[in-house]
């Protein structure tokens, strides 16, 4: 048989790597071409957002089947320690004895062969078949082959492939994948590789908006990076929805209207509002076509505007407050929002969700229905929460954690000592997993069922979780920070409430 290996970082395989494949498959009457993605050693800086080893496997796989007589071998990656093409250009002569083997490069790497380590043992095994990168390489090639045939004896193969001048660097700062196969640029996109520094979105987006425009955009950065953090969203999605929020604001509504069209966006806004929240979606499908972003910076920016429609995400809310009170923003009652937005993300997300409605009623047009139910929503939020008692949402607490097998609950009555609540639940977890799972099933069945949010949680430290649901605020302790803290102890003079009755019977 005919083999031949073709090695590389292949972060991610290109076109350029597929064409040079191909014309060796074809030029060598190969059997078969297997590309082999290597280890990249710890030392070597991989850029940002670069590609996990099994992601670049997974991509090659992806190109290979694109090609007839390709595929794909993991042997470099699963090798311990430091990868020699020496190595494997032996290990694979032993597979396939009797067998002709190539090695496959690109002109880069036939330049810098002998510098390789052991390059006479990888020419013991292997003939060297070399593809041009650029047209330009024919000479270059010409002498080094030549260079290498009489010094090292080496076998070489020189391929007539057609160039095609592109390197994995360049795939990874082109923002619309266009030199890499369909396929693979699926896989990329799906999988968040190799997103956008922030300044480069920021630059595009200067060139496209207006000087005001743009320092709203900042502006609206900033806070959402500020919020980002107080509230445990990613700051990248939430900075670089915040900077793309607007990306196509300038445009006029004859242009949104083409370019709604052109990319298949539906709604259903009244016509006299189309233009003004238009930019929302096409600047949504912009960041996802033009900018390569994420779902869930393309969600956020879809939803800046209006708000809605369903539960929103914390990166969703924080893009939709910080748009409203960022710096720049300059209007009566600004400053509050700003200062609740620091304090309670969902309580100013619901004041920017009257004010905006407010605003639209008082220039005489109707809110737009998405935003309406949004608020709706919440309000009827708000009121379950009102019309469950401080004692009953104590007890559904109290129910959760003991099917969860929560040990030694405790409830202390404190509405005597203290404003801030009414009831302390404490309860103890037998591990960091088990207490931080207290705490997620208390609030995802609460959400579920009654629609009621926790005004903040915190895990306090690894052994401490702590929910605040205002008027009911639980403690969920590891034993020995149950131990250290004694809240039981500290609240002594509240009424240890009798929850025997809530409990099942083990
Ligand atoms: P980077 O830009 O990250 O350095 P790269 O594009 O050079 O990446 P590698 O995965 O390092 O890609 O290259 C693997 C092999 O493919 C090398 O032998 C290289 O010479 C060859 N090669 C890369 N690009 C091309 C191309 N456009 N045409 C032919 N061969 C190529």
């Not at 070597?44 to 997974?58: H, I, N, V, Y």
């Not at 401490?464 to 403690?475: A, C, F, G, K, R």
Request: aromatic share 6%; proline share 4%.
């Amino acid at each position: 048989m005919r083999i031949a290996v073709f090695g590389g970082t292949f972060n991610p395989p290109h076109l350029g790597h597929m064409a040079a494949a191909e014309a060796c498959i074809e030029a060598l009457s190969l059997d078969r071409l297997i590309l082999m993605p290597t280890r990249v050693p710890p030392h070597k800086d991989l850029p940002a957002g670069s590609a996990t080893p099994e992601q670049r496997l997974e991509m090659c796989r992806i190109a290979a089947v694109q090609i007839p007589r390709c595929e794909v071998s993991d042997l470099e990656l699963r090798r311990e320690g430091l990868s020699y093409t020496a190595d494997t250009v032996e290990e694979l002569a032993a597979h396939y004895p009797g067998d002709t083997l190539w090695l496959v490069m690109g002109t880069d790497m036939l330049l810098s062969f002998d510098r390789w380590r052991e390059p006479e043992r990888i020419l013991r095994y292997a003939r060297l078949a070399v593809a041009a990168r650029d047209e330009n390489d024919r000479a270059r090639i010409a002498e080094k082959a030549a260079l290498l045939r009489e010094t090292m004896g080496a076998r070489i193969d020189v391929v007539e492939n057609a160039a095609l001048p592109v390197s994995s660097t360049q795939v990874r700062e082109d923002l619309a994948l266009t030199m890499v196969h369909p396929a693979v640029a699926g896989y990329i996109r799906a999988n968040g590789l190799y997103l956008p520094a922030l300044e480069t979105l920021r630059e595009a987006v200067k060139s496209r908006v207006s000087e005001k425009r743009f320092r709203h955009t900042l502006g609206c950065e900033m806070l959402a990076a500020e919020l980002a953090r107080r509230y445990g969203a990613d700051e990248y999605i939430v900075r670089a929805a915040a900077i793309l929020h607007d990306c196509t604001k300038s445009l006029d509504e004859k242009e949104q209207l083409t370019l709604a069209k052109k990319w298949d966006i539906i709604f259903d806004y009244n016509p006299k509002d189309a233009a003004a929240l238009l930019h929302a979606d096409t600047g949504a499908e912009a960041a996802k076509r033009e900018f390569r972003m994420p779902e869930a910076v393309c969600d956020a920016i879809r939803t800046h505007t209006v708000g809605g429609p369903g539960e929103l995400t914390t990166a969703q809310k924080i893009l939709y407050v910080a748009d409203l009170c960022e710096e720049t923003r300059a209007y009566e009652g600004v400053e509050q929002l700003r200062a609740l937005a620091r304090t309670d993300l969902d309580a100013a997300f619901l004041a920017g969700l009257r004010r905006t409605i407010a605003f639209v009623r008082q220039q005489g047009r109707t809110p737009y229905h998405v935003t309406e139910e949004q608020l709706e929503r919440l309000e009827r939020k708000e009121s379950n929460m009102a019309e469950l008692t401080p004692k009953e949402l104590m007890e559904e607490i109290v129910r959760i954690a003991d099917s969860k097998k929560a040990r030694d609950i405790v409830v202390m009555k404190v509405d005597g000592q203290t404003t801030l609540t009414d009831y302390f639940v404490i309860m103890t977890g037998t591990s960091t997993t088990h207490i931080r799972s207290l705490g997620d099933e208390i609030e995802e069945q609460l959400k579920k069922r009654l629609e009621i949010l926790p005004h903040h949680r915190e895990g306090v430290t690894s052994s401490w979780v702590l929910v605040d649901y205002t008027s009911v605020v639980v403690n969920i302790f590891q034993q020995e920070a149950r131990e250290l803290y004694a809240l039981e102890r500290l609240w002594g003079d509240g009424t240890r409430v009798d929850i025997s009755n809530l409990m099942k019977e083990d």
